[in-house]
C-alpha cells in the first residue's frame, strides 16, 4: 500500500504522554460543565422542570450504551482518526470520507463559536471586577492566541493546563453544592427531581436536545490513541469515566440548585433571573468571594473547553492530511513539542478571521457568533454518533470475535435508535438551543446537509481522481491480525 505521509509526519505525535486521567481531563474540560450549568442548566430547567436533573442521568445512560459499541471497536481499529476511519470500516469508504468532512465541521464550528461566548463573558468578568473595558472581539483574539500556543506546545503540558482548569470550575461548582445541602436548602432537601411523574413530561422530552448537548467532546477520546499510553484499556476507561462524570456532576449540581430555591420556586427564579440563577445561589449559601471566583472560573472554564476542542481539530486535521485526503503539509508534526503545530495555525487563522468578521459587523457574541455557528456543530456530532452506531455491528458481522452479542449488536442497535430520536428531537426543537426563527433555524439545519453532500462530492472525486487515496481511506486502521479491512 502507497505510504501517504509525509517526512514530517514520521516524527510523530508524542507517544505514550496520555494517561486516563489526561485524557479524562481532556475530553471532559472540552464539555464546559461550569459554563454548562451557569448557562444552560436555567433553560433546561425552564423547559423540563424540575425533572430537569434526570434527563442529564438519561443522556448519561444513553451515551454509556453508545460507548459499549464505540469502545469494544476502538480495540480493532486503532487510526488516529476517530470517527471517520469507525465509519469507514462499518459502512464504506465513501461514508467515511464524509464523516471525516463532517467531523472536520463540526469540531470547528463548536470551537470557533465558542469564541464569541469567551469575548463576551471576559469583557463582562474583567469590567465588573477591575474596570478594564475591552471590546468582546479583543478578549476573543486573546483566546485565540493563547488556545494557539497551549495547543503548540506538547499535549501533555496542555492536559495538565486543563486538569488544574478543571479541577478549579468542578470544585467551585461541588462546594455550592454541598453547602446547600449542608444548609438544608430553602425548603429542606427533596427528591422531587427523580420522581418518575417529574421526568415523564412533556418538557423533558424537548430538553433532551440541550442535556445531550451538554456532552459534547467525550467521544473525542479516542482521537488521542497515538498519544495514549495502552490505548486498548487507557481509551474505553476514559470514555466510560468522561460520561459517568459528566452525567452525575450535571444532575448533582442542577438538582442541588432546584434544592437552593425550593421546588416551587426555582421555576419562577429561573424565568425572573436564567444568567443569575447560580450567581444568586453562590451569593446566598456561599457569600460575594464566591461570585466573584465564578465570574473568574467561567472564563477559565470556557478557555479549557476552546482548548480541548483545538486539540481534537488539529489531530482529526492531521489524520485525515496523514491519509492524503488533505495537503499532507497538514499532517506535520513539530520535532521538539510532539504538536500537529501546521494544523494548529490553521486552525488559529481560521478562528481568527471567522471572530474578527462577526467582531467587525458588530454581531452579537452570543446570539450570533455563539448559538448561529455552534449549533450545526451539534447537529454533526450527533449525526456522526449514530453513523458511529450503526457502523459497531456492520463491522463486527465481518470479523471473527469472541465480543459478545450485546457489545457487537445490541448496544450499538439501541444507542443508535436513542441517537436518531436525539436527532430528530434536536432538529425539530431547534429554537430551544437558538431562540432564533424559523428562517435561521432551517439555514442551520441545510448547512449540515450540505456539507454531507460536499461529503459525498468528496468522495466521488477521490476515488475518481485519485484511486490510491480513497482505497487507503482508514486502511491502515487495523492492527495486524486484529480485524477486517475497510470496504
Given at each position: 500500500?502507497?505510504?501517504?505521509?509525509?517526512?514530517?509526519?514520521?516524527?510523530?505525535?508524542?507517544?505514550?504522554?496520555?494517561?486516563?486521567?489526561?485524557?479524562?481531563?481532556?475530553?471532559?474540560?472540552?464539555?464546559?460543565?461550569?459554563?454548562?450549568?451557569?448557562?444552560?442548566?436555567?433553560?433546561?430547567?425552564?423547559?423540563g422542570g424540575v425533572?430537569?436533573?434526570?434527563?442529564?442521568?438519561?443522556?448519561?445512560?444513553?451515551?454509556?450504551?453508545?460507548?459499549?459499541?464505540?469502545?469494544?471497536?476502538?480495540?480493532?481499529?486503532?487510526?488516529?482518526g476517530g470517527f471517520?476511519?469507525?465509519?469507514?470500516?462499518?459502512?464504506?469508504?465513501?461514508?467515511?470520507?464524509?464523516?471525516?468532512?463532517?467531523?472536520?465541521?463540526?469540531?470547528?464550528?463548536?470551537?470557533?463559536?465558542?469564541?464569541?461566548?469567551?469575548?463576551i463573558s471576559a469583557h463582562n468578568t474583567f469590567l465588573d471586577l477591575w474596570g478594564i473595558d475591552l471590546p468582546w472581539g479583543v478578549w476573543a483574539l486573546v483566546a485565540v492566541a493563547v488556545v494557539w500556543y497551549l495547543g503548540f506546545r506538547s499535549i501533555d503540558f496542555g492536559a495538565k493546563v486543563l486538569g488544574v482548569l478543571l479541577t478549579a470550575e468542578t470544585g467551585l461548582l461541588l462546594l455550592l453544592a454541598f453547602a446547600i445541602l449542608f444548609q438544608g436548602g430553602a425548603?429542606?432537601?427533596?427528591?422531587?427531581?427523580?420522581?418518575?411523574?417529574?421526568?415523564?413530561?412533556?418538557?423533558?422530552g424537548t430538553v433532551l436536545?440541550?442535556?445531550?448537548?451538554?456532552?459534547?467532546?467525550?467521544?473525542?477520546?479516542?482521537?488521542?490513541?497515538?498519544?495514549?499510553?495502552?490505548?486498548?484499556?487507557?481509551?474505553?476507561?476514559?470514555?466510560?469515566?468522561?460520561?459517568?462524570f459528566l452525567a452525575v456532576v450535571y444532575a448533582f449540581i442542577v438538582w442541588s440548585v432546584v434544592q437552593a430555591y425550593g421546588a416551587d420556586n426555582v421555576l419562577a427564579a429561573a424565568a425572573t433571573d436564567p444568567v443569575g440563577l447560580f450567581f444568586g445561589a453562590a451569593d446566598e449559601y456561599l457569600g460575594g468571594w464566591a461570585v466573584d471566583l465564578m465570574h473568574v472560573?467561567?472564563?477559565?472554564?470556557?478557555?479549557?473547553?476552546?482548548?480541548?476542542?483545538?486539540?481534537?481539530?488539529?489531530?482529526?486535521?492531521?489524520?485525515?492530511?496523514?491519509?492524503?485526503?488533505?495537503?499532507?503539509?497538514?499532517?506535520?508534526?513539530?520535532?521538539?513539542?510532539?504538536?500537529?503545530?501546521?494544523?494548529?495555525?490553521?486552525q488559529s487563522l481560521l478562528a481568527a478571521v471567522v471572530v474578527l468578521a462577526f467582531a467587525l459587523a458588530d454581531a452579537d457574541p452570543f446570539t450570533q457568533l455563539l448559538i448561529w455557528v455552534n449549533t450545526p456543530g451539534v447537529l454533526g456530532i450527533l449525526l456522526l454518533q449514530?453513523?458511529?452506531?450503526?457502523?459497531?455491528?456492520?463491522?463486527?458481522?465481518?470479523?471473527?470475535n469472541d465480543e459478545g452479542r450485546w457489545r457487537t449488536l445490541v448496544a450499538p442497535v439501541v444507542s443508535a435508535v436513542a441517537m436518531v430520536v436525539a436527532l430528530y428531537l434536536t432538529m425539530t426543537h431547534l429554537d430551544l438551543l437558538t431562540a432564533a426563527s424559523d428562517t435561521v433555524n432551517r439555514t442551520l439545519i441545510a448547512s449540515v446537509l450540505v456539507v454531507c453532500a460536499a461529503g459525498?462530492?468528496?468522495?466521488?472525486?477521490?476515488?475518481?481522481?485519485?484511486?490510491?487515496?480513497?482505497?487507503?481511506?482508514?486502511?491502515?486502521?487495523?492492527?495486524?491480525?486484529g480485524g477486517a479491512g475497510v470496504r
Open positions: 500500500m502507497t505510504d501517504f505521509r509525509t517526512d514530517t509526519e514520521q516524527v510523530g505525535l508524542k507517544r505514550g504522554a496520555l494517561g486516563t486521567g489526561d485524557i479524562l481531563f481532556i475530553v471532559v474540560s472540552a464539555a464546559a460543565p461550569l459554563m454548562v450549568m451557569v448557562g444552560v442548566a436555567p433553560i433546561a430547567l425552564l423547559v425533572g430537569a436533573p434526570t434527563t442529564y442521568l438519561f443522556a448519561g445512560i444513553t451515551l454509556t450504551i453508545f460507548a459499549v459499541g464505540f469502545t469494544t471497536m476502538s480495540r480493532y481499529v486503532v487510526n488516529a471517520y476511519a469507525y465509519v469507514a470500516h462499518g459502512l464504506g469508504r465513501g461514508a467515511g470520507v464524509v464523516a471525516a468532512l463532517v467531523a472536520l465541521f463540526s469540531y470547528n464550528a463548536l470551537e470557533i463559536g465558542v469564541f464569541g461566548l469567551f469575548g425548603d429542606g432537601i427533596g427528591l422531587d427531581s427523580f420522581a418518575p411523574s417529574s421526568f415523564a413530561t412533556t418538557g423533558n436536545p440541550i442535556a445531550f448537548a451538554a456532552f459534547m467532546g467525550f467521544e473525542s477520546t479516542v482521537i488521542y490513541r497515538a498519544e495514549a499510553r495502552d490505548p486498548k484499556r487507557t481509551i474505553p476507561r476514559a470514555t466510560y469515566l468522561a460520561v459517568a472560573l467561567i472564563v477559565t472554564s470556557i478557555l479549557a473547553s476552546l482548548l480541548a476542542f483545538h486539540n481534537a481539530i488539529t489531530r482529526y486535521t492531521r489524520a485525515i492530511a496523514a491519509e492524503g485526503m488533505l495537503p499532507r503539509v497538514l499532517g506535520a508534526v513539530h520535532p521538539r513539542t510532539g504538536s500537529p503545530y501546521v494544523a494548529g495555525i490553521l449514530v453513523a458511529v452506531a450503526l457502523s459497531v455491528p456492520v463491522y463486527f458481522r465481518r470479523i471473527t459525498v462530492g468528496w468522495a466521488w472525486w477521490l476515488r475518481t481522481n485519485r484511486p490510491a487515496v480513497y482505497r487507503a481511506v482508514a486502511a491502515d486502521a487495523v492492527e495486524e491480525g
